[in-house]
């Protein structure tokens, strides 16, 4: 009996001694959690204090600018040049004062200084011009199927979202600012960006496509949206798909069907091809209403 005594106390010690350690664990994981919340608190109210700063630095910042940079009016966009009417606000402007818009065309290092004409007290426009090569926007994503997996084709995408990250930052921009001349004062404004990647939406319908490559039967499937909208030119009259060989040599040249859709400005284009294996590129060439042509390549698995 003395020592189912003993084993009985040591089992009681044990309990309570677990029981113990329980309770403070409990007690330190309350104590982080109110820690944490504090914490979090604290973040919360300097993430809102810096904030505040923030507007409140920028509100300085537009109070003191002397100058508002306004609206950026295409008046007219046509094949090869641009005309352009950029307007701002001057907040302290003295009458008589000369006012100039300074700009430098795209791919040229010189600026050209333009008189600007006040459109009312403060306000005031100047009128450019720009040589411009706008292109169609097209747009194109990929995915394969192999068996039941369906998985994208990460070395497609990353070459395409290269190919439209590099297009866009060689399309050349306007870079301008506004001299203001009063008798010996003359004050400039800092410098301001007119960016014409998007040109290409005025004159021509945009272009969205998605290839499905099909591992297992051998197909490729090809969907072209057409979007247009009641301010866009061109529209697409033959969209053909072509391989070719490196020498130039058309291996083959298919038409892309067009579906029947009563949406006129999401125009629907589809075809299913089993690609022949003697060609070293292929690509999709579209024939704008204009006579422009337009080509996007495909790549090839």
């Known amino acids: 009996m003395g ?36 914490l979090n608190s604290v973040r919360s109210q300097v993430a809102s204090e810096v904030s505040s700063v923030r507007g409140i630095v920028q509100g300085v910042r537009d109070d003191a600018r002397w100058w508002i940079p306004g609206q950026v009016d295409f008046l007219d966009v ?27 065309k795209p791919g040229e290092d010189q600026y050209i200084s333009v008189d600007a004409v006040e459109k009312a007290d403060g306000y005031f426009s100047a009128t450019i011009y ?106 697409v009259e033959e969209l053909t798909l072509v391989s070719k060989r490196v020498d130039g040599t058309i291996v083959e040249e298919l038409v892309v069907e067009r579906e029947d859709t009563r949406d006129l400005y999401h125009i629907p284009y589809r075809i299913t091809v089993e690609p022949e294996q003697d060609f070293d590129y292929w690509y999709l060439n579209a024939r704008y209403s204009n006579g422009t042509e337009a080509k996007k390549e495909i790549p090839k698995l």
């Open 130 to 235: 720009a040589e411009v090569s706008p292109k169609p926007q097209w747009h194109i994503s990929s995915t394969s199927r192999s068996g039941q997996t369906n998985q994208s084709i990460s070395n497609v995408a990353v070459e395409e979202v290269a190919r439209e990250i590099k297009e866009k930052y060689a399309n050349p921009n306007i870079n301008y600012y506004v001299v203001v001349k009063k008798d010996d004062v003359i004050r400039s404004s800092d410098k301001q960006i007119i960016y014409l990647e998007h040109l290409g939406a005025m004159l021509y319908s945009r272009l969205d496509t998605h290839i499905h490559y099909n591992m297992t039967g051998g197909t490729v499937s090809i969907d072209v949206f057409e979007v247009r909208t009641p301010d866009s030119g061109a529209h």
């Open 3 to 38: 020592k189912e005594n003993k084993i009985l106390w040591l089992l009681v010690a044990v309990l309570i001694f677990s029981w113990m350690s329980w309770s403070n664990t409990k007690k330190l994981q309350q104590q982080v959690h109110n820690l944490q919340q504090e």
């Open 78 to 104: 046509s094949e090869g040049e641009a005309t352009i009417e950029v307007n701002w606000q001057m907040r302290e402007y003295q009458k008589g004062s000369e006012v100039t818009l300074n700009y430098k």
